[in-house]
């Protein structure tokens, strides 16, 4: 099978099918430079699936975006797709349906791409988390409390939501806020005249960011879409208390017996994203307030919700389970 990089997913979902014994092939053209700094971040066993030769086999697995779908020359074509609001464009569509199979990570937008138009058979397989590297960590009590967030902060992730609830509710206590991100056009924000909000702009390894969330008490992910949406996974694993938008990619995740749930504010049009057509959620910024004062004021709480959440991760998103299920459809093409 061919398979196509599509960011950490698709490097984790070819680790764990060599594993389980699929004789994977990747496509060069995403493959990470050695001497990179996405090469320099990868394990010795993941550096070792790129040494592999190409070649095109029967069955090809791509997972992206439409863009690179002519990519996928196998015999048998599958797709490993999402999207990033409620409803996809008609040449999206158009793609889908030259594929022999759609996999999608949801329920939504396994109904998003049905109802948008997709003919094609549509299986939900969830993605995984890496639980290898977000392991539970019992935090202690600490005399700041501390707010964060990471992911390409951006108008659809909320970024700007987040500072204004901060800001706004919380003048006296002993809080903080840290903003992770990778987008430059952030810089901007760096230097706040509130001390207690510290942004960094720059990529991190591994270890650092599992760092980053070991320093939190608390995940603030009030995205208007997303088409899965890792950094509240990869927090909830390792036991953090959440506060998750209640829409799209994140509905599977944000149930109230593990993360404190924001509802949608109403919906608005979708007008950054290429190809999608459809809503995303609004903020509504006091509820985002009431649920950060609440968990800083209900800490004992929010920790023991934050346990059952690592729990729920780490038994509904096990990369070996969710690729286990990838292989029971590849079977029914391999004949």
Known sequence: MVAISYGIANLQWCKHLIRQGVDVSLHPKFNPLPGSREWEVLTEEEKEMFDKPFKVRRIGLIETTPFSFDLNQSKIKIVNTMAE??????????????????????????????????????????????????????????????????????????????????????EEEDVRLRLHSTDPNLGYYKNFSDKRIEITIEHWD??????????????????????????????????????????????????????????????????????????????????????MRYVYEHQKEAKAKGEKASKFIKTNYRWEDCTKKLISLLRRYDS
Request: charged share 20%.
């Open 206 to 291: 591994f270890p650092t960011l599992v760092k980053f969330y070991r320093s939190l008490d608390c995940f603030v992910f009030p995205s208007r879409a997303e088409g899965i949406g890792y950094p509240p996974r990869e927090a909830m694993a390792t036991g953090l208390p959440a506060i998750v938008m209640n829409y799209s990619g994140l509905e599977d995740i944000a149930k109230p017996q593990y993360v404190y749930p924001l509802q949608p504010d109403g919906f608005e049009k979708c007008n950054s994203v290429a190809q999608q057509t459809g809503n995303w959620a609004k903020i509504d910024v006091k509820e985002l307030m009431y649920w």
């Open 85 to 170: 609001s409620g409803r996809i464009a008609g040449s999206w569509v158009t793609d889908l349906n030259k594929m022999d199979h759609v996999i999608v990570p949801n329920s939504f937008y396994a109904n998003v791409f049905s109802d948008s138009g997709v003919t094609r058979p549509i299986t939900v397989i969830p993605h995984g988390v890496d639980t290898e590297r977000y392991k539970f960590y019992k935090r202690p009590k600490r005399k700041t409390f501390t707010f964060g967030s990471c992911g390409f902060l951006n108008e659809r992730k909320g970024v700007f939501d987040i500072l204004r609830a901060f800001i706004s509710e919380f």
